[in-house]
């Protein structure tokens, strides 16, 4: 499957993969801005306004935007993250024009008024309450924000309390104004469809956004240390996150197959030594977070209190073991469960739409599946040593939430 790219002359891009054996259509429109870009704004702005556009529009109200894609058969979404918004659909192929004309109108026509404000608002503080009712995602906000602190690539996507009650119509306009310009924006489709009709079309609805800027990042700053927030809940749960790459950097392959060697299924090393012969977790994992400039190796353990000090000081040692890798076989394995996810993804209309996007966004061109297996292939156990001594030697943050 080959790509293909358009840019407009404001400098909106365009980008498809063509699936003519299947009989729908995924798009979605990409926002190269996120929680990281709120230095200047109040945390939780860029969430706030991809709820805020779902409330109606001149031409739609909410419900009417809603039954609009319903009366399709299709699926609307969005999603805020650190480095991207995005507002993405699926629907049949013929519908497709419907599709392009129901994204311009949600975020451009979207009115944004102090009304509808404040009932939103009191919608996402119950968003922000469920966090803080769900400790096992509460802990990798805790920890970005220990591993980030005093900066915007550490506050969390949703804001707090009091930096949504900053919030009104005028600062969404104005954030909507200074961010979403057509240069830091990518719409892309994968599924049933011709590109120069898709690209004409999105011209027509597209074409008269402002080109604005690419939004660049303040480079994001790391700090080491260890806190615990104390929570009357059952388990202690633990975080451990160590300096990362950035996505720029090619060593991120190596990490990632490093990650999954330490905690990426049922027979990696945290799995097998933490849940299966010491019993010490029923959840256990790692992950790997990728940022333009910026990245973090993490493991995750939900622990009985009494048992956090051996299963943190478990973590530390499997982590440090990777320094002197020598096992083929589980190297084999990692990068087979790294292609295989690759290769399931590309099955998927809406997860090609989403790569493709965030791709074009990250790299300012789509990264070949065959370029991306041979990056991975190419890792060798020296590069695991390499990876591991690199990341697991250096200052860590762990952050623990529980009763004690």
Same mark, same amino acid.
């Given at each position: ?29 990409? &926002? ?24 109606? +529009?001149? &031409?739609? +109200? ?223 994992? +790692? ?118």
């Amino acid at each position: 499957m080959t790509p293909d790219i358009t840019v407009l002359s404001n400098g909106l891009r365009v980008v498809s993969l063509t699936l003519p054996r299947v009989e729908t259509v995924s798009l979605g429109l990409y &926002a190269g801005v996120g929680a990281r870009f709120e230095d200047t704004v109040p945390s939780g702005i860029s969430h706030f306004l991809e709820h805020m556009v779902f409330k109606g +529009s001149d &031409a739609r +109200s909410a419900r009417a935007l809603a039954e609009a894609v319903e009366d399709v058969g299709g699926a609307i979404n969005a999603y805020t993250a650190r480095d991207v918004t995005a507002y993405t659909l699926r629907l049949l192929k013929e519908d497709l024009p419907l599709g392009i004309d129901i994204l311009a109108d949600l975020v451009f026509g979207a009115r944004l008024d102090d009304v509808e404000v404040v009932r939103e608002r009191d919608v996402i503080l119950q968003e922000i309450g469920q966090v803080q009712d769900t400790p096992d995602d509460l802990i990798f906000d805790l920890l970005q924000e220990a591993a980030y602190p005093d900066q915007a690539f550490g506050a969390p996507i949703l804001g707090t309390p009091a930096t949504i009650a900053q919030i009104d119509g005028a600062a969404l306009r104005h954030f909507r104004g200074s961010h979403y310009g057509a240069r830091n924006l990518v719409l892309a489709a994968a599924g049933n469809l011709d590109h120069a009709a898709l690209a004409a079309r999105v011209e027509q609805h597209f074409g008269r956004v402002e080109e604005g800027q690419t939004m660049t990042p303040t480079p994001a700053r790391w700090q080491s240390g260890t806190t615990h927030v104390k929570r009357p809940v059952e388990q202690t749960h633990i975080t451990v996150g160590y300096p990362g790459f950035g996505l720029e950097d090619d060593r991120i392959y190596a990490l990632q197959v490093l990650s999954t060697m330490l905690g990426g299924g049922m027979s990696s090393r945290l799995f097998q030594d933490v849940r299966e012969e010491r019993g010490l977790a029923y959840s256990v994992f +790692s992950d790997v977070a990728g940022h333009a400039g910026a990245g973090m190796i993490s493991v995750y353990a939900g622990t009985n209190p009494a048992d956090a000090d051996e299963t943190l000081a478990l973590i530390t040692s499997i982590a440090e073991s990777f320094q002197s890798a020598d096992d083929q076989q589980e190297l084999k394995r990692a990068k087979a469960q790294l292609k295989a996810g690759l290769a399931m993804a590309l099955e998927s209309s809406a997860a090609l739409s989403e790569q493709i996007g965030r791709q074009m966004l990250s790299f300012g061109r789509i990264l070949p599946p065959d370029e991306l297996i041979a990056k991975v292939e190419a890792v060798t156990l020296a590069d695991i040593q390499a990876t591991a001594q690199h990341c697991f030697s250096q200052e860590r943050c762990v952050v623990t939430l529980g009763p004690s």
